[in-house]
């Protein structure tokens, strides 16, 4: 397949992103954890703001299992702001008059990037179960192969919550020199048994949809919506706190007065959870959720380095922020804490911050003034230190 001419990087301080795609490994494969090699795959991404002239002031934003590179755009699909809205944009704390904000769309993705809704060229036709198995480490170097299309040697900064937050560990592992700040949020160093347990649930709820045929729905003209949405409520259940849901919606009814005896949507909870499910599936590829479910549970960063997780960060120079939130039960704090321990025996530069919130595992994407004070504080701090200026932010 013939690659497309590379696109030019968005130089906009002001405004939206710019949308961008370009197709890497062309002058040497991408290897994968599995043994497959990746050769002119295409990847896409957002940029935001202007790169300054020595190139330091690039932030790279990696994304959660369900988000995508349209981090403070509007949603080309779904209409909705983008997933870090809060976060993102001129002013904002990553304020895109002074960083270079990028973010891509995850290898095994569904937004751009080569993934198993993707034309396998060897075919003709969606890649589907025959794609490569991928891991959290496969996403980072294809990042970092993006990072070289761009001429960016060093970013001032990789942030990420969750999934994203493990992608921030491989990076500074992987990838140390090209690192100067690591903000890993609401992470762990390793998925749990009770993550994978959850994860499972969701992936044979896939599985058993009858249109998912084998993981060949897009070839044939179906798509297992009914499993997809399945899935997405049960995972959607992990991100929230018992304090959350009961703050949210308690034990209220769904435009009724009473119960019905029935098996429809009584409880508000339950309308808000079946929402969310079929919501997801507009946006969503079903095999790209088994791939990235998946490339989640083969994470465990320690497991490379003999099962210490400490030796993953020896010699590393990069600043670390780690931060956690106290109802977070998918990522708990004593998850965080086992980051900060091992980054402590490598001698590392590292911060901690547990954030006092109800909101559970997705209090880093909501309004948490103590979240934003600690990680503006960090990167202030940071630019003090490294002698940085980027500008006002005005």
Known sequence: MTAPPDQTVATLANGPGSTESTRLGLTAPLRLDCGVEFSDFPVAYQTYGALNADKSNAVLICHALSGDQYVGDTHPDTGKPGWWSLMVGPGKLLDSNRYFIICVNILGGCMGTIGPKEINSDTGKPWGLDFPVITVADMVRAQALLLDHLEIEQLFCVIGGSMGGMQVLEWAALYPERVRTAVPIAAAPYHSAQNIAFHEVGRQAIMADPDWRGGNYLSEGTNPNRGLAIARMVAHITYLSEPALHNKFGRRLQDRDAVTFGFDADFQVESYL??????FVDRFDANSYLYITRAMDY?????????????AFLGCETRFCVISFTSDWLYPTSESRRIVHALNAAAANVSFAEIESDKGHDAFLLEEPEFWSVLSGFLNGAREHFGLDFGNGD
């Open 299 to 311: 994470f465990d960063l320690a497991e490379r380095y003999g099962g210490v997780l400490a030796e």
């Open 274 to 279: 079946r929402h969310q499910g079929s919501t």
